[in-house]
Nanobody, 112 residues
Framework: QVQLVESGGGLVQPGGSLRLSCAAS????????MGWYRQAPGKQRELVAL???????NYADSVKGQFTISRHNAKNTVYLQMNSLKPEDTAVYYC??????WGQGTQVTVSS
């Protein structure tokens, strides 16, 4: 049984930073791609960043140079470092493990 547990969300002022973490249970982690998606109110869920098992990364154009995804296989954890946050980054952020596993989501709110 695979479980993904996110943490690190919260309220931050514009220009601030947050680091999201996603801890995975089970033995699939190191051999699978992982990623972060987000869903803002009234919008579809969208890809934010992906990282493969070989640490290749891919980012949405809207977060390139602003967010960094990384993974620590020994800890079964993937991270999303979010800098220079903007109000439009407000969303529920979901951790994803290929293929088809999702976390419960963590709220990120960027507001003054």
């Amino acid at each position: 049984q695979v479980q993904l547990v996110e943490s690190g969300g919260g309220l931050v002022q514009p220009g601030g930073s947050l680091r999201l973490s996603c801890a995975a249970s089970g033995s699939l982690f190191s051999s699978r791609a992982m990623g972060w998606y987000r869903q803002a109110p009234g919008k579809q869920r969208e890809l934010v960043a992906l990282i493969t098992s070989s640490n290749s990364t891919n980012y949405a154009d809207s977060v390139k140079g602003q967010f960094t995804i990384s993974r620590h296989n020994a800890k079964n954890t993937v991270y999303l470092q979010m800098n220079s946050l903007k109000p439009e980054d407000t969303a529920v952020y979901y951790c994803y493990l290929a293929l088809g596993y999702w976390g419960q989501g963590t709220q990120v709110t960027v507001s003054s």
